[in-house]
């Protein structure tokens, strides 16, 4: 009985081994499982404070786009306007145009009018 018994030890001794190893490893799992969770855990508060930062973005740009009948309307209302601003314009040069001859036609008159008062003829 005593072979029996050694090989019963080897045995023992074997499989407490070998548990123990999965044992080991069981734990080494158990820590990356817990690593990978607490990574997890980041990612998702990250994605979450992005998912609230897109939303809030969004909410603050409001994109109102425009269909193409009422762009042309629009358009052509500012080429109308921008018609009425150039002939604006156009009259606006000319008027300083006549009053940067102003001082030459008031000139004019009151040489004129002294002329008339001197009784001297033209």
């Known amino acids: 009985m005593v072979p029996w018994a050694i090989a019963a030890t080897?045995?023992?001794t074997l499989l407490s081994i070998i548990g123990s190893l999965v044992l080991w490893?069981?734990?080494?799992i158990k820590?990356?499982?817990a690593i990978m969770s607490i990574r997890l855990d980041s990612q998702d508060e990250k994605i979450s404070n992005l998912e609230k930062a897109y939303l809030t973005f969004r909410q603050n740009c409001q994109?109102?786009?425009v269909d193409k009948e009422d762009w042309l309307r629009e358009a052509g209302n500012n080429r109308?306007?921008?018609s009425d601003m150039s002939k604006t314009l156009?009259?606006?040069?000319g008027k300083m145009g006549v009053?940067?001859?102003l001082p030459a036609i008031c000139g004019n008159i009151a040489r004129e009018i002294t002329r008339e008062m001197k009784g001297v003829p033209q």
């Open 10 to 12: 080897i045995i023992g």
């Open 25 to 28: 490893n069981l734990q080494c």
């Open 31 to 33: 820590k990356g499982l």
């Open 63 to 65: 994109q109102d786009f």
């Open 80 to 82: 109308e306007q921008l």
């Open 90 to 93: 156009s009259r606006m040069e």
């Open 99 to 101: 009053m940067e001859q």
